[in-house]
């Protein structure tokens, strides 16, 4: 398919104009192709996914973290940080990245993790509109939801806070420990969220608020699967495949 038809409709599904002023998504690598036949959709671009897509034949790599979040002054393939755009450039490949506006996007990464998790009713929280929150279809003990986050998302989760019921649940996917004021403010008792410093769950605690920290890939790659069908589903006919890549961290 033509790249701009794709890249419009991947517009569409996150908008610009809902990314936080820091982030930097969009198309981070050009690339000479018009068309598109083949796309490898990550979470992450490290060389490993550069050099996955090249040995698949893709011409553009889709990913929710962007590239060079801060300005560069050359790009090096043995440097951490543009190691992964020069082997891009290197073999012809785009990449396009939706950040915070796929966070935040409806059918987004804080969307899917409510329809997983069993979270009814969900709806942004102010003044961000990045998370989310919306109540479980019966209250449970806290323990109780915390396996269900594990079972789900297929992890291991570390949680704060007393066991008690629990029934308000706010979601933010990746390194959400800060927003527990918002959860606090829209009256949730728990805050989902991918990752939380250790002052973060003592101040959450004292603000009436369990966290579950989940791990910051595992809340996030849910939306790879959910937003390759959107593409689909608007007539995108290019070849898509999930990569292969692993979260960074694991438990010996």
Do not use: W
């Not at 890249?7 to 982030?23: N, T």
């Not at 929280?125 to 297929?154: D, Q, T």
């Not at 250790?198 to 004292?206: D, K, L, R, S």
């Amino acid at each position: 398919m033509k790249l701009d038809d794709l890249l419009k409709a991947l517009e569409a599904i996150a908008p610009r104009e809902l990314a936080l002023d820091y982030d930097n998504p969009g198309l981070n690598v050009g690339t000479e192709r018009t068309r598109i036949d083949r796309v490898l959709v990550a979470l992450d671009c490290t060389p490993e996914v550069a050099d996955e897509a090249a040995r698949l034949g893709c011409g553009l790599v889709i990913t929710h973290h962007p590239l060079m979040f801060r300005a560069v002054k050359s790009i090096s393939p043995t440097d951490p940080a543009t190691a992964p755009v020069y082997r891009l450039i290197k073999h012809g490949i785009g990449m396009f990245s939706a950040h915070t506006n796929l966070d935040s996007a409806e059918g987004g990464v804080n969307t899917t993790l409510c329809r997983l998790l069993g979270i009814e009713n969900e709806r942004p929280v102010p003044p961000e509109n990045i998370c989310r929150v919306g109540e479980l279809e019966r209250s449970m003990p806290f323990s109780e939801f915390a396996g269900r986050v594990e079972e789900v998302l297929h992890t291991s989760v570390r949680v704060s806070g007393p066991e008690r019921q629990v029934g308000r649940i706010m979601v933010c996917g990746g390194s959400g420990g800060s927003e527990y004021p918002l959860a606090a403010a829209c009256g949730a008792e728990v805050l989902v969220t991918g990752e939380c410093r250790h002052n973060e769950a003592i101040e959450a605690a004292n603000a009436g608020v369990n966290v579950i920290a989940a791990g910051h890939y595992e809340t996030e790659r849910v939306v790879l699967e959910p937003l390759v069908g959107m593409l689909k589903a608007m007539g995108c006919d290019a070849e898509f495949i999930i990569s292969s890549q692993k979260t960074p961290l694991r438990t010996l």
